[in-house]
């Protein structure tokens, strides 16, 4: 109990939270995550969703946690394929894509003024999604030899599903990556770029913010390099054994984030 009263979540401003593993599984809200809405509401804490999956659009977002019973408005999410969208209206305005992908992708990228392009497009766009198929990475990879530039809307490798785990982005875009010898670029966590943005939509410095996930690989470490604390919780892909494996850890590990809520009350009552 004491490493938990290291961290003073109460002087904290700003949470950036990812959802996947953390807030839900699937379709399965977890432990703790009603109480520790309510606390950041009650509070008056800044707080942001940020999510790695590019497959839904922040109405679809709130949409599900409504189904759950959360009340969380539209503007509390910043996704990986929102952070795609302002890479490629900030790196090449009105720019034209092949995208792989459902709604959230293309939403985010139409919403840039960014249009789409099947015969000689400027980028390549990948996300996570159902219309991912052989004849569709055999498109990519031709139009990625015929100098298409390679974007991966995120890195993660794997996701947590309610039965085990999905292949996600990285994993989605390595075949066309190893076909044409091209490396992608990754748009999504641990990119600094959408911490950044992520910080600036929060209205916080990183001293004063806190991340949230339950990954080492993308939220710990974009937290950390972001300049933020940490906190590692074990409800999704880490356990206590993946610390091992990292040559850095979280401010703090937790089991969910409703233990949040719980060193917020032990801090103020030990101090």
């Not at 019973?69 to 539209?74: F, T």
């Not at 937290?223 to 993946?242: A, N, R």
Request: with cysteine; proline share 4%.
């Amino acid at each position: 109990m004491e490493e938990k009263c290291l961290l003073d979540f109460n002087a904290k401003k700003g949470f950036i939270c990812d959802m996947d593993g953390v807030i839900y599984h699937g379709n399965k809200i977890l432990p703790g995550v009603v109480e520790f809405i309510q606390w950041l509401q009650a509070e008056n804490k800044r707080f942001l969703f940020l999510t790695n999956n590019s497959g839904y659009t922040p109405k679809e977002l709130h949409q599900k946690l409504a189904r759950m019973g959360l009340d969380v408005s539209e503007d509390h999410f910043y996704t990986s394929a929102l952070a795609t969208a302002a890479f490629l209206k900030e790196q090449a305005p009105g720019c034209s894509v092949f995208a792989i992908g459902e709604a959230g992708l293309l939403n985010a990228l139409y919403d840039a003024d960014i249009t789409m392009n099947e015969v000689n497009p400027d980028y390549v766009v990948v996300g996570e999604g159902r219309t991912y198929s052989m004849e569709t990475l055999t498109k990519a990879t031709n139009l990625v030899m015929g100098g298409a530039k390679l974007i991966g809307a995120n890195s993660d490798v794997s996701g947590p599903i309610e039965n085990g785990i999905a292949p996600a982005c990285r994993a989605l875009t390595a075949p066309i990556e190893m076909a044409t010898g091209t490396r992608a670029y990754f748009c999504g966590k641990p990119n600094p770029l959408m911490m950044r943005t992520g910080l600036r939509l929060l209205g916080c410095h990183s001293g004063e913010a806190v991340m949230v996930g339950d990954r080492m690989d993308t939220d710990v470490i974009s937290g950390m390099e972001s300049g933020m604390s940490t906190v590692l919780v074990l409800s999704g892909v880490s356990t206590p054994e993946t610390l091992k494996e990292y040559a850095y850890r979280p401010s703090i590990v937790l089991n969910g984030v409703g233990d949040i809520v719980a060193a917020a009350h032990s801090y103020v009552v030990g101090h």
